[in-house]
């Protein structure tokens, strides 16, 4: 079993940046796979990042491309940076490791 604990999230003015961690507990040492997901009310969860290397390089949802990285480090962790933050990005943000998925943690951008 997994366990996946997401932080970082919070309030932030348009133009900011936050920076989320997916923390894991249990055994991953079959789990390869990681991406960061994102819920906005009354809207389908969306993909926002998947990692494909370790430690840096991922593929980008359109809407974040530029603006979000996704990183990992050596203990687990998972990250996303997140700049320039605009209103449409306020959404509860999912961690995911294969099938496991973190409880989410919002992020609200307004002025």
């Known amino acids: 079993q997994v366990h996946l604990l997401e932080s970082g999230g919070g309030l932030v003015q348009p133009g900011g940046s936050l920076r989320l961690s997916c923390t894991a507990t249990?055994?991953?040492?079959?789990?390869?796979?990681a991406a960061w997901y994102r819920q906005a009310p009354g809207q389908q969860r969306e993909l926002v990042a998947v990692?494909?290397?370790?430690?840096?390089?991922g593929d980008y949802a359109d809407s974040v491309k530029g603006r979000f990285t996704i990183s990992g480090d050596n203990k687990g962790t998972i990250y996303l940076q997140m700049n320039r933050l605009k209103v449409e990005d306020t959404a509860v943000y999912y961690c995911?490791?294969?099938?496991?998925w973190g409880q989410g943690t919002q992020v609200t951008v307004s002025s």
């Open positions: 995911k490791r294969a099938e496991y």
């Open positions: 990692m494909t290397t370790f430690g840096g390089g």
């Open positions: 249990g055994d991953l040492s079959r789990i390869y796979s």
